[in-house]
């Protein structure tokens, strides 16, 4: 029967995020496992647990081993992905030991909240904010909408609380309709908010170009030759038609721009024959520092404003903590890149509005995101290449991530992919445009503005704090009562 009942956890936990993405499954995903380690020693829970959670961040964490690094560094890749897959799933199971015998669904459910919190902000450079509980609810938006007020790890809380209160339930030690009530509120609000109209301040018309050409090391010629050929192309189909801006992804064209002479002869031809301003992802140099970057280039090639990539991946674009790191450790070729972190989530001007630019990676980060609305970006953009990772799960989930990305901050999201998926999102988290991944196209889209705040720009995760010095205060004024009694 446990082992019937362990398949069924382990089958629901899967269900809850990509390609599934069933919701259902996440308000009891736990609760097998819960029940299953109930009378069991710590070894024997830990054990479980292990085998219960590593097949979820096997198969929603191994797409890491696609990354194209080159034979050389192939090892290292296996046993660094190897290992933070092991990780992942170890820092569960520590979690679920020091809390499976709580008695009170809302210390579980804000427990495990702060774990994915740390997991995915408060490692700082080795933070890594995927396959959290809070994705489930992209096969249900209704739910998402709640992100809005108090963000996506809100999500993760109402959920895991509601698995412990079902399990407690079980168990006839609570009554498990209150959650209900709340999930209910959740999903009320849900319906509201998707129905909430945000005032529009103008629109901007983009024209989003893929080039599906895939990314090699250094200056490939081949890569060059295929780039030049899809920009014929699409420079063809885009001559004469009506837009504002046109949005490349980051590394569209290879090179540093203006310093090297095909890409600057390129950037040129496209400027020449489209008459349109361009914004796009390329190398940036200032002080001999390398920064990946978002700029925008007007129509006689002159780079009007940019901004610099503030969080940049760690080991592929340079080591973690690399600012406090000895000389003899920096310079180790570990295969990494050499980029220097930007200063400021700073929004790039365009035409007296505010554009929030996401470059790759940092669209996973639901803080980053708030830090360019708080500082008035009016819509946001990620320019991505994601052809790194080949035909992986990898890409496709990071494209969907922008739809709570869109929710949390009640903006419009343009993406722009090198290989795909290039994508309109609108301020409810649903595709208007979209080109498939691994295809060439373009597509044009006036796309709104507007300055509203959502209460989650304001608000951020601080409520977890807030429910913290709560829990803790009602702890203490119980144990004084108590003393004093």
Not at 143 to 167: D, E
Not at 195 to 222: C, H, M, S
Not at 378 to 399: C, K, M, R
Request: one cysteine or more; proline letters at 4%; hydrophobic letters at 50%.
């Amino acid at each position: 029967m446990k082992v019937l009942l362990f398949l069924f956890g382990v089958i629901s936990l899967i269900l809850t995020q990509y390609p599934f993405y069933f919701f259902p499954a996440s308000l009891f995903a736990l609760v097998p496992l819960l029940i299953i380690v109930e009378n069991l020693n710590n070894k024997k829970a830990f054990f479980i647990s292990f085998f219960y959670t590593f097949p979820f961040f096997f198969i929603h964490l191994n797409w890491l081993y696609n990354l194209d690094v080159g034979e050389n560094l192939g090892i290292l890749l296996v046993i660094g992905v190897s290992f933070m897959i092991i990780l992942r799933t170890i820092l569960f199971c520590v979690w679920f030991l020091l809390f499976r015998n709580s008695k009170n669904p809302i210390i579980f459910g804000l427990s495990f909240t702060i774990y994915e919190w740390i997991i995915s902000y408060w490692l700082f450079d080795l933070s890594l904010p995927w396959a959290n509980y809070f994705y489930t609810s992209i096969g249900f938006l209704t739910y998402a909408q709640i992100s809005s007020i108090f963000g996506a790890h809100f999500i993760t809380f109402s959920l895991i609380t509601f698995n412990h209160a079902l399990y407690l339930s079980f168990k006839r030690k609570i009554n498990v309709l209150p959650y209900s009530l709340f999930v209910l509120v959740i999903i009320l609000f849900g319906i509201f908010w998707k129905n909430f109209k945000i005032k529009k301040e103008g629109y901007l018309t983009v024209a989003v170009a893929q080039v599906n050409v895939l990314p090699r090391y250094a200056y490939d010629p081949n890569e060059w030759k295929e780039t030049i050929n899809a920009f014929s192309e699409l420079i063809d189909s885009l001559k004469g038609k009506n837009f504002d801006i046109l949005v490349l992804s980051e590394s569209a064209i290879p090179g540093i721009y203006p310093q090297n002479q095909w890409n600057f002869e390129l950037v040129m031809r496209i400027l020449n024959e489209l008459k349109k301003p361009i914004l796009m992802g390329n190398v940036r140099v200032e002080d001999k520092n390398f920064y990946n970057s978002a700029l925008l280039i007007d129509t006689v090639g002159k780079i009007v404003d940019y901004y610099d990539k503030v969080h940049i991946v760690p080991f592929g674009e340079n080591l973690p903590f690399y600012e406090y790191l000895p000389d003899f450790i920096r310079n180790l070729d570990l295969g990494q890149g050499n980029y220097s972190k930007g200063k400021a989530f700073k929004p790039i001007n365009f035409k007296n509005y505010k554009i929030g630019v996401m470059i790759c990676y940092e669209s996973i980060f639901p803080e980053i995101s708030r830090s360019f609305i708080k500082n008035n970006a009016q819509l946001l953009f990620v320019i991505t290449n994601d052809g790194w990772f080949g035909p992986s799960a990898g890409p496709i989930e990071h494209y969907l991530f922008s739809r709570l990305r869109a929710i949390e901050t009640g903006k419009y999201i343009v993406r722009s992919a090198k290989t795909g998926i290039s994508a309109i999102i609108d301020d409810k988290g649903n595709v208007i445009k979209e080109i498939g991944l691994f295809k060439r196209g373009y597509f044009i889209q006036k796309v709104p503005l507007n300055s509203f705040k959502t209460p989650y720009t304001y608000i951020g995760e601080s409520w977890i704090i807030l429910l913290v010095i709560i829990i803790l205060g009602f702890k203490i004024l119980r144990r004084w009562k108590i003393i004093n009694s």
